[in-house]
């Protein structure tokens, strides 16, 4: 079993920057592929980015934040980092991270692949 703790969210104004954190634990961090996933109140969840398993691999961003979001990991700390910039009042959602088996890189994207979810933390994006 992995447990996700997401932390970071808050309040921004728009033009401003926040970095998610999620940590794991319970399992071999470096086995997972890792992905953010949001979702605004009344509508779908949303893929948002994804980091692969393996060291050095592909990163998947969703074209609506390619550009101003940043995906990364450290697997000495088993955490997973979402970094947002030049955040616009569209980003506001709940924003949870995920983890997956050594899946292959286009798989990433799909949530429905991933075995473990956070909690979500808010992040709100003022105009």
């Known amino acids: 079993q992995v447990q996700l703790v997401e932390s970071g969210g808050g309040l921004v104004q728009a033009g401003g920057s926040l970095r998610l954190s999620c940590a794991a634990s319970?399992?071999?961090?470096?086995?997972?592929?890792m992905g953010w996933f949001r979702q605004a109140p009344g509508k779908e969840r949303e893929f948002v980015a994804a980091?692969?398993?393996?060291?050095?691999?592909?990163?998947n961003y969703a074209d609506s934040v390619k550009g101003r979001f940043t995906i990364s990991r450290d697997n000495a700390k088993s955490t997973v980092y979402l970094q947002m910039n030049s955040l616009k009042p569209e980003d506001t959602a709940v924003y949870y991270c995920?983890?997956?088996?050594?899946?292959?890189?286009?798989?990433?994207?799909?949530?429905?692949?991933?075995?473990?979810r956070g909690q979500g933390t808010q992040v709100t994006v003022s105009s």
């Open positions: 319970g399992a071999t961090f470096s086995n997972y592929a």
């Open positions: 980091i692969s398993w393996r060291s050095g691999g592909p990163t």
């Open positions: 995920a983890a997956v088996y050594r899946v292959r890189w286009f798989q990433q994207m799909d949530w429905g692949q991933y075995d473990y």
